[in-house]
Nanobody, 125 residues
Framework: QVQLVESGGGLVQPGGSLRLSCVAS????????MAWYRQAPGKQREWVAS????????NYANSVKGRFTISGDNAKNTVYLQMNSLKPEDTAVYYC??????????????????WGQGTQVTVSS
């Protein structure tokens, strides 16, 4: 099992910044991709950004490209989401996601999806 714990959400004015953190814990897991999703009230959960563990390749939703940056610290099993130039439409619960698996002997089992509990981000004046 992989446990994900997010932090860093809060209330910020339009144009402001926040940095979200997500710490992964567990034993014997291999994380291949870490990502951030968000869900606004009355809307479906949407993908925001993702990063591969090997190589650190990143991708962003068009709605956040140029404003948000995903980064990670493999030694700390932590992924960050730096959010700049925040807009009211960025208001949502932000969830950390990990695609991870395990080796059972020489056989890789996965990837399985793991989710954090979410952290609220509110952009309002």
């Amino acid at each position: 099992q992989v446990q994900l714990v997010e932090s860093g959400g809060g209330l910020v004015q339009p144009g402001g910044s926040l940095r979200l953190s997500c710490v992964a814990s567990g034993s014997g897991f291999v994380i291949n991709v870490m990502a951030w999703y968000r869900q606004a009230p009355g809307k479906q959960r949407e993908w925001v950004a993702s990063m591969t563990s090997a190589g650190g390749s990143t991708n962003y939703a068009n709605s956040v490209k140029g404003r948000f940056t995903i980064s990670g610290d493999n030694a700390k099993n932590t992924v960050y989401l730096q959010m700049n130039s925040l807009k009211p439409e960025d208001t949502a619960v932000y969830y950390c996601n990990a695609a991870a698996g395990y080796y059972s002997g020489s056989v890789y089992e996965g990837d399985y999806d793991y989710w954090g509990q979410g952290t609220q981000v509110t952009v309002s004046s």
